[in-house]
């Protein structure tokens, strides 16, 4: 018999544990918190990787169906100065191993491959706690409860599930984004649709503290994100509950920049929204609890660098398959899993083969060398 498993959190990572597990014939349960798939907005583009992300969509049986949600194009890449000057541009020709999708469509196509039911919104843990015969039990804010043989939490960067392994808790690493949209931006913004072009725009300035970050997502919606390294006290001094004086404080700080890149900013058709970036202690590990594990940010959390959702995703499809894996010994599947996200999770980033999968062998000197020290 397999073991239920209880997931908590319908993210990229806690969805795709729940369709490996689907596929390999085990009884799940996710608890999601938001009421519904569609109660807010689910973030931008993702690129999915040929070397993690897609490995996951793989093993979840999912990489026919997963072509008809990339938008084609986006993996083009312009790079420009604080006036608007073009210093490096990459067209997408299609051959690239990190295609982009909207993450909204990219959770409904794995929400849409787990039966009906599986997913149990409006379940906002409130707390979990170790019961004596070594099973877990999560309460809800409603005040319910539910008793997990195997509980994993996929619940993000304030995870409840992650007390019952560590103590250890996030911390703000010094930088954030500003994030804002604009809507119809071939139409009522021509000049800044031009320079964000058909993928994404970095813009920088002449402080590696400031810069404008820009993608086209679907049709003509430009999503950006205005990057800072500052204090928490910094942000703290700007009311962004105000749209309008949020809007100027963080417009000051780009003053004399191309109109055309501060658009992002100024025009912006949603009130501007404060992204801090937290991190997890690098290559942070626990000791194995029964019972219980972690994936994705809830275990490895780090500042933004293009891999998040993508590890996410790989932790729950090598997670499912090593409880397929180990029929009846949930401990040595769990142990398995651990040992080897936890290698993962703790091997730096080569830089250099990054920026020649995103530049190839194209990029000026002067280019790198300004992203190595941002």
Not at 13 to 26: I, N, Y
Not at 121 to 130: D, F, I, M
């Amino acid at each position: 018999m397999r073991t239920p498993v209880t997931i908590i959190g319908a993210g990229l990572g806690g969805l795709t544990l729940a369709r490996v597990l689907h596929v390999h014939g085990f009884p799940v349960t996710v608890h999601e918190a938001e009421p519904s798939p569609t109660s807010r907005m689910q973030g931008g583009m993702l690129d999915i990787h040929d070397y993690n992300g897609q490995l996951a969509l793989e093993a979840a049986g999912l990489m026919d169906e997963f072509p008809a949600l990339v938008l084609e194009g986006r993996q083009a890449m312009r790079i420009l100065d604080q006036d608007g000057k073009l210093l490096f541009e990459k067209t997408d020709d299609g051959t690239g191993g990190r295609p982009e999708v909207q993450r909204g469509e990219l959770r409904q196509l794995l929400l849409d491959a787990l039966p009906e039911g599986t997913v149990r919104w409006g379940h906002k843990v409130s707390g979990t706690r170790t019961l004596a015969d070594g099973r877990h039990e999560v309460t809800f804010d409603d005040g319910s409860t539910v008793v997990a043989d195997l509980l994993v939490g996929a619940d993000g960067a304030w995870s409840r599930v992650r007390p019952l392994l560590t103590d250890v808790v996030p911390e703000y690493v010094g930088t954030a984004f500003v994030e804002t949209y604009l809507f119809d931006a071939d139409t009522r913004h021509a000049a800044t649709a031009k320079a964000v072009g058909g993928g994404s725009m970095v813009a920088n300035g002449p402080s590696p503290e400031r810069s404008i970050n820009a993608h086209r997502e679907s049709g003509e919606t430009l999503h950006a994100y205005v990057a800072f390294t500052e204090s928490l006290e910094w942000f703290a001094a700007i009311d962004f509950t105000d749209a309008a004086a949020a809007t100027a404080a963080i417009a000051r700080e780009f003053e004399g920049w191309a109109p055309e890149v501060t658009a992002l900013i100024t025009d912006a058709d949603t009130p501007l929204v404060l992204r801090p970036h937290y991190t997890l202690p690098f290559g942070h590990r626990w000791e194995r609890v029964p019972g219980v594990t972690l994936v994705g940010d809830a275990a490895h959390l780090t500042a933004p660098n293009g891999e998040g959702a993508n590890l996410a995703m790989l932790d729950g499809a090598e997670l499912g398959q090593a409880l397929a894996a180990h029929p009846g010994d949930v401990e040595a599947a769990l142990a398995a899993y651990e040992q080897a996200m936890f290698v993962r999770s703790e091997t730096p980033i080569d830089e250099e083969a990054l920026m020649e999968s995103l530049f190839g062998d194209e990029i000026p000197p002067a280019l790198a060398e300004l992203f190595k020290t941002s």
